[in-house]
């Protein structure tokens, strides 16, 4: 699924302050290639994945998502329900806190996404089967707080390899993790863009992080695109 | 809904101090509400109960048991002009072959004979449909409503079947378990002696200072005490008014205040479990699924509150009987309203906090939709 940005302008306003988080950008980002966000603090990488994953829609502009000819837009003033229907089946997100409910188990931190409808029995048979791939099998029944840094966000992988999305966003995936620990999300997240063809999305500091594209921002505004 | 319940019992570990918190100012808001009740209840029957004087013996519940005859003589003699209105009252064991003794708005039901003439708290337009009727009855609303009755209906009262004539209206608490016949007809029916009554009421419109009528009785009362309303002077009844109206207001302003504590507590509660709730959103939550989670916790919450009351109150009632012999003064049916009226804040509170999360934005990002 490829993504269009066009004009995305984001403003925060508080009380007695403004800030331009992200001016006027426009870019495409390829379907099916892994496309890193690299910038400084406050360049606006976050704000941009946020606005690209549908969890910030108060931006000015157009965001459109094309697949196979398929085209949505989206804008500030698109309905609630379009987006959270679209949130829910077409995007994945991978967060640098890992995103897991700390007082559900590994398993259900897994099938999260799904407990808003029965969950079948080809889908346990998919978290055994994907938990054993991601090595967290022997995990699933254990509780977040008792996991390490790259243990949490295998899970947090699994549940994404799981939904299966046409999109991954990940946010400073491996920002907390060593560099074996590192490696192995990336790695994973390569798979998962190589072998199923997803569009794979990651905001990150870390120089060892190589994709297709990189794009890079300054000051809220794209500065290069290689 | 169903996911929403189904995810909860997963989470039941977390979300298990939030039942508590809830279900301990729940049950705290019931049992001010309920001692609201007890309260109005207590002044009306201590203040309200028969207008007219009357002496009972002490420690008797007044007016059942209250045997006089060897006061009167005295009393009457000081009085000479004073009106005096003898009566009977016996406890009822069956009312409709069913006992009326059970825990709530019933401990007890008596049947009193009074005399029915102008001038008498039980007299008014209603009242005087009672004459010419043979064995005729009024009875309060409570009980009319209690036992399905209306005119004319039939109610069997210790076994002897009697007419429904009336019902009446009544603030008191006593003549709310009442049912009245006339002075003369309750002889025939129950077994008395004819010159024992089992108290006296001042019928005379005077109105006594308390504290004078005793002195100037000057008798030795060792077993028996005056009680009356309507013997303490108009200036008094002011002061009454206002005790009345004073302690009212502070329950009201103590209920208020648990309510506020109760809002506070969800809204605090509902910030702590704000990061799991924008998790549940990115991974696809609805609105609706969010509700549904709400709702589960809402059910949770009411049921640990409802059995949580019901506990308390079975011990305040044990208690009330143990030590005052006055477990009548808690009425259940109040108690019901007090659960219906919590009920609502409870549900008002986690709507509230239900809709000001989904219009919140994380911090530092944008809004969930």
């Known amino acids: 699924m490829t993504i269009h940005c066009s004009g995305i302008t984001r403003e925060y306003i508080s009380k007695t302050d403004s800030i331009v988080a992200l001016s006027s950008v426009s870019l495409t980002i390829q379907s099916a290639l892994m496309t890193i966000i690299r910038g400084q603090s406050g360049s606006g990488k976050s704000t941009l994945l946020n606005i690209c994953g549908l969890i910030d829609n108060n931006f000015d502009g157009t965001l459109i998502f094309e697949k196979d000819g398929i085209i949505e837009n989206f804008n500030k003033v698109t309905i609630t329900n379009k987006i959270s229907d679209f949130r829910k089946n077409k995007i994945g997100y991978i967060t640098q806190d890992f995103g897991l409910i700390n007082f559900l188990t590994v398993y259900d931190n897994i099938l999260l996404p799904f407990h808003t409808k029965p969950v079948e029995k080809q889908l346990i048979d998919k978290v055994n089967e994907l938990s054993r791939m991601i090595g967290i099998f022997h995990l699933l029944k254990r509780y977040p707080e008792s996991l390490s840094g790259g243990e949490k966000q295998r899970v947090a992988l699994c549940r994404v390899f799981l939904k299966g999305p046409d999109i991954l966003l990940a946010d400073e995936p491996t920002a907390r993790l060593d560099k074996k620990n590192a490696d192995t999300v990336i790695g994973y997240l390569k798979e998962l863009q190589k072998q199923y063809n997803k569009t794979v999305v990651i905001v990150t500091h870390d120089e060892s992080v190589q994709g297709d594209r990189v794009i890079t921002l300054k000051e809220g505004e794209v500065e290069s695109i290689i | ?369």
């Not at chain 2, 929403?4 to 100012?25: A, C, D, E, M, N």
């Not at chain 2, 013996?57 to 009167?72: L, R, W, Y």
């Not at chain 2, 648990?258 to 507590?265: G, R, V």
Request: charged share 15%; aromatic share 14%.
């Open chain 2, 1 to 369: 809904m169903m996911y929403g319940f189904k995810i909860f019992i997963k989470l039941k570990r977390k979300f298990f101090p939030l039942i508590l918190i809830l279900s301990l100012s729940f049950s705290l808001l019931l049992i001010v509400s309920s001692l609201t009740e007890k309260l109005k209840f207590s002044i009306n029957s201590y203040y309200n109960t028969i207008d007219g004087g009357y002496i009972v013996k002490k420690g008797a519940i007044d007016p059942v048991f209250s045997i006089v005859d060897s006061v009167i003589p005295v009393f009457l003699q000081k009085y000479p002009d004073l009106q005096l209105e003898p009566e009977i009252w016996q406890v009822v064991s069956t009312v409709d072959n069913r006992s009326p003794f059970k825990n709530g708005l019933f401990s007890f039901i008596t049947i009193g004979g009074v005399h029915l003439h102008p001038g008498n708290i039980y007299y008014d337009s209603l009242l005087q449909g009672l004459s010419g009727v043979q064995n005729g009855c009024l009875i309060s609303e409570s009980i009319a409503l209690r036992y399905a009755k209306k005119t004319g209906d039939t109610i069997t009262v210790n076994n002897h079947e009697l007419k429904v004539s009336g019902i009446y209206k009544t603030g008191s608490f006593y003549l709310d378990c009442a049912i009245i016949m006339d002075f003369n007809v309750i002889r025939s029916y129950i077994s008395i002696a004819d010159d024992k009554v089992s108290s006296y009421y001042i019928s005379s419109d005077t109105i006594f200072d308390f504290n004078t009528l005793k002195n100037d009785i000057d008798i030795n009362l060792p077993d028996y005490e005056l009680k009356n309303a309507n013997v303490f002077s108009e200036d008094f009844k002011g002061v009454i008014d206002t005790v009345k109206n004073f302690s009212l207001t502070i329950l009201v302003i103590i209920f208020v205040f648990i309510i506020m504590i109760f809002i506070n507590t969800t809204s605090i509660i509902l910030k702590e479990y704000e990061s799991d709730i924008y998790i549940m959103l990115r991974e696809g939550w609805g609105r609706k699924d969010l509700f549904g989670l709400y709702f589960s916790i809402l059910i949770a919450a009411l049921f640990v509150s409802v059995i949580t009351s019901l506990i308390l109150y079975e011990v305040y009632s044990l208690y009330s009987k143990l030590i005052f012999a006055q477990g009548d003064v808690f009425p259940f049916a109040h108690f019901l309203m007090a659960i219906i009226f919590s009920i609502a804040s409870l549900t008002v509170s986690l709507l509230y906090g239900l809709i000001k999360l989904s219009v919140k934005s994380p911090v530092g990002q944008g809004g969930i939709s």
